[in-house]
């Protein structure tokens, strides 16, 4: 909808310049937006928290890896694993 609206909101909106073109200041606040339906948002929402879900068990599976590999490492080249927080010399 706004695509084909795209020549008269910027005809409506921009300021007359010489250099920079710009927008009068609160056209954009202004100017009505339209949403999808409520149920449609809500769609959306919910995918991006399960997604955002995924993400930080991934997060938390590559840090449980990370400490796993470390062991191993540590446990192969014969030396004592670290504390926590402490980095390998």
């Known amino acids: ?3 084909t609206r795209s020549s ?3 005809e409506d909106g921009i300021k007359p310049g010489v250099t920079v073109q710009s927008f009068y200041n609160g056209f954009f606040r202004d100017y009505p937006l339209p949403l ?3 149920a449609t948002q809500q769609a959306i929402v919910a995918e991006i928290e399960a997604e955002q ?3 930080a068990a991934n997060r938390e599976l590559i840090a449980r890896f990370e400490k796993k590999i470390q062991a191993t ?3 192969v080249w014969g030396e004592d694993e670290p504390a926590l927080g402490e980095k390998r010399r």
Do not use: D, N
Request: no cysteine; aromatic share 0%; charged share 15%.
């Open 36 to 38: 999808p339906p409520l």
């Open 8 to 10: 008269s909101i910027i």
């Open 73 to 75: 490492l540590a446990r």
């Open 53 to 55: 879900a995924l993400v």
């Open 1 to 3: 909808m706004l695509k």
